[in-house]
């Protein structure tokens, strides 16, 4: 069947959010790199891997039924932040912005009867709940560990430590 037009260019510029959240993260690890905040360096790179990833997959989704994926403009994100636990705040921010959108998504291919696109549309609505419950517990790591210099070094520290989403098996497979 035919995607609806709505859809398709809901999709299209969730290409460009996906984009653009790939870039953030990267603009987030380069910022922390050079603050030496080494272990969310590392996540974030690992996080902006991801976010390429998922715009990969809508565009080969895109092609796969026929609809010709097209790839928008970007535009640049922040270089700069505060501290280290507005980062997070940030990333937050963008990850409920995306979660916003998937749910507007379903509930278009719902509408349309597009049971694949919905289908399609669920593992990404999983993926958010996923993401958005790992920056809450890294902000919460922040409260309890407090904010003096100790605090944030831990902080860091735990972050690094976080493993790979889908846990190291999910790391290792193809795809
Ligand atoms: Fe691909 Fe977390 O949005």
Redesign the pocket.
Known sequence: MRMSAPLKKALTSQIG??AY?SNYYLAMASWCELAGYEGSASMLYR?AD??RA??NKIVRYLNMIGAGATIPAVKQPPAAFKDLESVFKAALK??QA?TASFNSMAAVAQKDGDHAAFAFLQW?VT??VE?EALMETILQKFDLLGHDKIGIYEADRFVGRLPPPGGPAAAAAPG
């Open positions: 959010m996906e959240a996080q991801e976010e998922h715009m963008s990850e995306v990404f993926e958010q993401e």
